[in-house]
């Protein structure tokens, strides 16, 4: 019976331990902003999503091959990026290390931010800003052209209890998760935080680029 018990807690202890490194190995990401995300990324592009493959990228240290997911996308138009079209962009095979999975019919349009590896090449994880392009605010969209290029010299800080305040002028304060418990709320959909003319940082609101008289305003 001694050996018999023996033998469960080993197994369980194996289990445990195979559990846990597989909870250490899954995708983890911080909320952010669409502003921070777009700040935050090399390449940002709307796209349709037209094909996939499964494609070697090298070898691991132990020779294995490295496995990734290659979209073939339709690029609709650049907001960042490098001066030629991106027609293909990698991620990780399993959302476990952070791959992504899109729709591939074509008829889905998204908004796509990554990094450019060596050589070229566009890699997308579930920690960069992706989303169906519908599913965005008309100030989102908006701001893709300039006003969030116009605050990437700002730092958006997220709240992350009650109360909460700014550590620097440069800085605006995210609210969302702690107010509205979620991460796609009025800041989200509707802000952006712009550079003003005394080098503060404030949150401004409306789909146009801020007027010379906001960007001069001094606070009280």
Known sequence: MALSINGVLCTLTVLILWR???LVEACSCAPVHPQQAFCNADVVIRAKVVGEKEVDTGNDIYGNPIKRIQYEVKQIKMFKGPDQDIEAIFTSPV???CGVTLDTSGKK???I???VEAGGKMHVTLCDYITPWESMSPTQMKSLTQRYQMGCDCKIVRCPSL???ISAPEECLWT???IEKQVHGRQANHYTCVKRADG???WYRGVTPPKKEFL???DP
């Open 109 to 111: 349009e998204y908004l």
């Open 216 to 218: 001069d305003i001094e």
């Open 176 to 178: 969302d998760l702690m």
């Open 163 to 165: 109360p909460c305040a």
């Open 20 to 22: 846990a490194e597989e």
């Open 95 to 97: 959302s476990a290390v």
């Open 200 to 202: 503060s940082c404030s």
């Open 113 to 115: 931010s990554g990094k």
